[in-house]
């Protein structure tokens, strides 16, 4: 059997390739894939496929219904179109080119290989019926569809075994009935023209085809129909041929992918879609009004939803957000839209709401129901949800602006204060639209590779030589200079930047380390910041891959991390570090003393040096209390047999103090800002020098 060949017009590269793989499993023929309008065209009429499947909404002068009336002129195809558009406008203009089904995405491939059987076999069919007009009885036994032929008076001459079925009137019994008696029709949709055949039938003139009706059986149940009238004009008499099919389960399958479309599958609220949708009525309606009535956007967060559905399962995590919805909806009136927008999000539409007011008054409800406890499989929980609010008084044109501000208030109620909501302002705009500036720049300078690395010498405290240095990344921004690591590493963290920008910096690192051996320095270390970000990938596999790539010695490399990265998770932490420490790298723990540390997990970790914070360094002359923490971190470092660096250091009394408590190393401006690579080759050829330098010099 030679497989039926298909064209497929898409725009969307990914979407085409899929339904192109489905479609092969299937065991279609694939000819080629078009993306536009008149490519369409020229491949339908080259190649002859059995079958187009056709995407409305094309990125060309020439959009898919257009297409599929040029193709029809020329050439007699099948054409299936296949949309996520659904309204009325579109339904209408796809009527034009004789479609011979209309399939929304998403779909299933049950689904698209029905309609696209559905469409071959009716396109055969009436074909069938041009060549064979006098020998419809024998030709329309076994097909799928309903038919029934008669002639302009009315009179019976075929029913087929499908059209009994359908109409539950026999073979023998319709001869002796007219055809107003078999097929007593009514319009499927209010306004609707519907197709009387009690009246003369030479008023059918014109082809029908593709119309909905519903047939009226003799027992009153109501069938619906797609329903194609043809007239056969003979030299000898008139025929007129109804098709027909029964189209219910075709109905339950589009009732199906509507629901798909628009409603989310768990909670059966509406989905980001169709909330969207509802969001720009409400927004065009205030447009028309003269006295516009204000309307609130909420989205609406689960505080600490991740740490349920990983310690009681996926199943009742699902159940606690289907009870959260209902919780909502039982909450806000009938009129208003509560979403499920995504995972554990909420978007809620208040429409009308008495202002700024009324929206606060609606959220505080909506919070006091969610923290009523909830049982989930014998388990009573108890959480708490945030809420950003953003309200509209008419200053606001699309739905995606609300969105936006809605979740730029949602994402500073979740770091303000959790459990609480906050209504958007325009701080927040400027905020966000920093955020995004931010990320944009950063994203370009690791594509342009302008980020620098910086070098801060860290010298020995008794002799005031250059033993190693810590890396410091920094962003010379085209327009703003140098833009403070406090302000670009926090959106690196946030955004997964901090990945790509680690990892530059560790072979920017290992490379120079590699220059200077070159040039015949060695015998130091540069120490780089590691994030927790990047402990939730395989650094040891990257760092090695990076050390054998530069071929530089494996202790000339020192990575750091902070107290808070040591005891996010600590267990996973001591095996990477253990993992580390085994390549030959010194590890040290960076800003001791800021953090929640327990000493029974600081003897398991694979350390070889502790920074004290430079908070404590700062007041160390002054502050009496920040000289005895600075002399026990220093007494525990040696307890524990871990060199002790401090870091900060900008005088001389305070190198003293750190010098008679038996600190090892310091690092700060009493000695060297951070400096370029360039700028530490002095440091290099002669380690003392650094010892000469001083505060005046580089200030």
């Known amino acids: ?89 579109t339904l209408e203009r796809a009527k034009i080119s004789d479609p011979y089904g209309y399939v929304l995405k998403p779909f ?56 009994e079925r359908i109409t539950g009137c026999c073979r023998q019994k319709a001869s002796l009935m007219k055809l107003r008696d078999i097929m007593k029709l009514e319009c ?57 099919r029964d189209i219910s389960q075709q109905l339950s399958y589009e009732e199906t992918i509507r629901k798909n479309a628009f409603f989310d599958d768990l909670t059966e609220l509406p989905n980001r879609s169709l909330f969207v949708d509802r969001l720009d009525s409400s927004l065009n309606r205030r447009k028309r009004d003269r006295k516009p009535e204000d309307f609130a956007v909420l989205f609406l967060d689960l505080d600490g939803f991740g740490v349920i559905n990983d310690g009681l399962g996926h199943d009742q995590g699902d159940a606690l957000i289907t009870e ?8 806000v009136r009938p009129d208003d839209t509560v979403s499920r927008f995504s995972g554990d999000i909420f978007a809620i539409l208040l429409d009308p709401v008495e202002g700024v007011t009324g929206a606060i008054t609606a959220c505080q409800r909506i919070l006091q129901s969610i923290e009523e406890p909830i049982e989930l499989g014998g388990t009573v929980v108890n959480i708490a949800a945030s809420v950003g609010i953003v309200l509209n008084h008419g200053n606001y044109r ?20 959790k459990g609480g909501y906050v209504i958007f302002d325009n701080e927040m705009y400027r905020d966000a639209k920093k955020y995004l500036d931010r990320k944009s720049g950063m994203q370009q300078a690791l594509l342009d590779s302008t980020f620098e690395v910086y ?42 930047l901090i990945l790509p920008l680690g990892e530059w910096v560790l072979r920017s690192v290992c490379n120079q380390i590699k220059d200077w051996n070159d040039s015949g320095f060695d015998d130091f270390r540069v120490a780089v910041n590691l994030s927790a970000r990047q402990f939730e990938n395989n650094i040891p596999g990257l760092i090695g891959g990076i050390l ?31 993992e580390l420490k085994d390549l030959g790298l010194n590890i040290s723990i960076d800003d001791f003393g800021t953090g929640y540390s327990s000493l029974a997990y600081l003897k398991r970790f694979p350390l070889n040096t502790l920074k004290i914070d430079r908070s404590f360094i700062m007041d160390i002359t002054d502050n009496p209390d920040d000289r005895e923490i600075t002399k026990a971190i220093i007494g525990m470092g040696q307890n524990l047999n871990l060199k002790v660096l401090a870091e900060g250091v900008e005088t001389s009394s305070q190198l003293e103090i750190l010098r008679r408590n038996g600190c ?17 080759l002095p440091f290099l050829s002669n380690r003392q020098l650094i010892g000469e330098r001083r505060l005046e010099l580089i200030a």
């Open 1 to 89: 059997m030679v497989n039926k060949t298909i064209l497929v017009v898409e725009d969307e590269v990914l979407v085409a390739r899929d339904i192109q793989s489905r479609l092969t499993r299937m065991g279609y023929e694939v000819l080629s894939i078009a993306s536009r309008g008149k490519e369409a065209i020229t491949k339908a009429l080259d190649l002859r496929p059995d079958l187009i499947l056709m995407d409305i909404n094309l990125r060309d002068e020439m959009d898919g219904v257009e297409a599929a009336v040029q193709i029809r002129l020329s050439y007699d195809v099948p054409i299936i179109f296949c949309t996520a558009y659904s309204n009325d406008e």
């Open 108 to 163: 299933d491939n049950r689904e698209l290989e029905i309609n696209i059987e559905i469409a071959l076999y009716k396109h055969r069919t009436e074909k069938d019926l041009s060549a064979t007009r006098r020998r419809l009885d024998a030709t329309l036994t076994n097909v799928s569809d309903g038919v029934i032929a008669a002639d302009l008076s009315g009179e019976v001459y075929v029913v087929n075994p499908v059209a």
């Open 188 to 244: 499927f949709e209010p306004g609707q023209k519907s197709v009387d055949f009690s009246e003369s039938l030479a008023y059918l003139n014109e082809h029908v085809t593709g119309m909905r009706q519903y047939l009226i059986k003799d027992n009153g149940v109501r069938v619906p129909i797609e329903l194609s009238v043809n007239i056969l004009d003979e030299n000898l008499s008139n025929l007129i041929v109804i098709t027909f």
């Open 324 to 331: 959260i919805g209902l919780r909502i909806i039982n909450t």
């Open 398 to 417: 699309t739905g995606d602006e609300m969105i936006r501000d809605a979740d730029n208030a949602l994402h500073r109620a979740k770091l303000d204060s």
């Open 455 to 496: 070098y801060q010498p860290i010298v020995d405290t008794y002799t005031g030589v250059l033993t190693s240095m810590e890396a410091l990344v920094r962003w010379p921004h085209p327009v703003e200079g140098m833009v403070s690591p406090a302000e670009f590493i926090p959106i690196a963290e946030e955004t997964g």
């Open 548 to 578: 054998d790539e530069t071929n530089i010695d494996h202790s000339s490399l020192g990575l750091e991390i902070t107290e808070g990265v040591a005891m996010r998770d600590v267990e996973h932490i001591i095996r990477m570090l253990e």
């Open 664 to 680: 090892d190393f310091i690092q700060g401006y009493y000695y060297s800002k951070p400096l370029p690579a360039t700028e530490i």
